[in-house]
C-alpha cells in the first residue's frame, strides 16, 4: 500500500495570513501515460463527513473558494489556503487515488492562532 | 439536490453482524461507482471497499477482506455493506461516498452511520 504522511500535524494560523500543509506518498503517484498526479485534499469540519477541495493535486472543485490551492508532483505536495478565515478550521486530509487501497494521510488540524 | 443517507448503524456485539445500507437520490445512481469509508472516533479516514456502477467488480481493504460485503440495487437506488464477523477495531462512523469516474475521487458523502462493536 502507498502510504501518505502528512506535515504538520496541527498547524496555528492567523485570519488572513497563509496555511500551508505538506503531504508525502511513498511512492509517486504520477501516471506519465495521462499526466496527472492522482492526488486530492479533503477539509473536514467537526461533526461532518469529508468535503472535497482539491483533486488532479491542483484542480479545485466546483464551489470551492479560490484561496485554496493545490500543488506538487510525484511524491510531495502541497495545500495552500492563502489567506485564512474562520471557517477554515478544520481537519485536512490529503488522498492518493493512484492505486488501490487509496489511501489517507492521517490528517492535519488547522486552528487559528 | 445530490444526497446521500446512511442507515442501519448501531451496537453490536463482538462476532456479530450488521447490513449498512446508503439511500442516494438526486442523481443518475446506476451509473456511478460508490465506496465505503470509515472513521473510528477521533482517528482518520480509512478506505473499505468500493463497487463497480453494475455491481460487478468490487474492491476491499485488506482488513475488512473475507468479512465485508459491498453491494447494490440500482432499482432501489441502494448501496449496501454487510458486515460479519465484526471485531472492536471495526468501530466507526462508516461513510457512502459517490466516486468520480473510475477514479477514487469523492466529491459525494453522507452524514455517516456509527457502528459500535462491543460486549
Known amino acids: 500500500d502507498i502510504v501518505v504522511t502528512q506535515s504538520p500535524d496541527s498547524l496555528a494560523v492567523s485570519l488572513g495570513e497563509r496555511a500551508t500543509i505538506n503531504c508525502k506518498s511513498s511512492?509517486?503517484?504520477?501516471?506519465?501515460?495521462?499526466?496527472?498526479?492522482?492526488l486530492a485534499w479533503y477539509q473536514q469540519k467537526l461533526g461532518q463527513p469529508p468535503e472535497l477541495l482539491i483533486y488532479w493535486a491542483s484542480t479545485r472543485e466546483s464551489g470551492v473558494p479560490d484561496r485554496f490551492s493545490g500543488s506538487g508532483s510525484g511524491t510531495d505536495f502541497t495545500l495552500t489556503i492563502s489567506s485564512l478565515q474562520a471557517e477554515d478550521v478544520a481537519v485536512y486530509y490529503c488522498?492518493?487515488?493512484?492505486?488501490?487501497?487509496?489511501?489517507f494521510g492521517q490528517g492535519t488540524k488547522v486552528e487559528i492562532k | 439536490e445530490v444526497q446521500l443517507v446512511e442507515s442501519g448503524g448501531g451496537l453490536v456485539q463482538p462476532g456479530g453482524s450488521l447490513r449498512l445500507s446508503c439511500g442516494a437520490s438526486?442523481?443518475?445512481?446506476?451509473?456511478?461507482?460508490m465506496h465505503w469509508v470509515r472513521q473510528a472516533p477521533g482517528k482518520g479516514l480509512i478506505w473499505v471497499s468500493r463497487l463497480n456502477n453494475d455491481g460487478s467488480d468490487t474492491s476491499y481493504a485488506d482488513s475488512v477482506k473475507g468479512r465485508f460485503t459491498i453491494s447494490r440495487d440500482n432499482a432501489k437506488n441502494t448501496l449496501f455493506l454487510q458486515m460479519n464477523s465484526l471485531r472492536a477495531e471495526d468501530t466507526a462512523v462508516y461513510y457512502c461516498a459517490r466516486g468520480r469516474g473510475m477514479a477514487t475521487i469523492l466529491p459525494v458523502w453522507g452524514q455517516g452511520t456509527l457502528v459500535s462493536v462491543s460486549s
Open positions: 488522498q492518493q487515488y493512484y492505486s488501490t487501497p487509496p489511501t
Open positions: 511512492q509517486s503517484v504520477f501516471s506519465s501515460s495521462y499526466n496527472k498526479n492522482y
Open positions: 438526486g442523481f443518475t445512481f446506476s451509473s456511478y461507482w
